[in-house]
């Protein structure tokens, strides 16, 4: 079983001779086929781009509401805080208030 590499026969030496002839027969050479196999690349390079444009549009758009709803509860959280902590001191002050008058 050796690896020879036979030589070809007259018969596949015509075959491949007609066959290039074929591709000539439009005088393209077979560039027809490759002008539309490279026409459809661009289309799927064009799609493919601005799948990833929108992905990217998206992603941006997640990031710019993940960070507005951090500063919404950063403000409810300042806010409530805020209450709470005039809340406590009006308390303490009612408290001081009604000591000062069962001290009396």
Do not use: C
């Amino acid at each position: 079983m050796n690896n020879i590499d036979l030589p070809a026969s007259r018969r596949e030496i015509d075959q491949l001779r007609e066959d290039l002839h074929r591709l000539d027969d439009h005088g393209s050479r077979g560039v027809g086929s490759l002008q539309l196999q490279v026409t459809d690349l661009i289309k799927d390079l064009t799609d493919l781009r601005a799948d990833v444009n929108s992905r990217f549009e998206n992603h941006d758009k997640a990031h710019k509401e993940e960070l507005q709803n951090r500063v919404i509860a950063r403000r409810w959280l300042s806010g409530f805080a805020i209450t709470l902590l005039v809340t406590l001191v009006a308390v303490i002050t009612l408290l001081i208030q009604i000591y000062a008058e069962i001290r009396k």
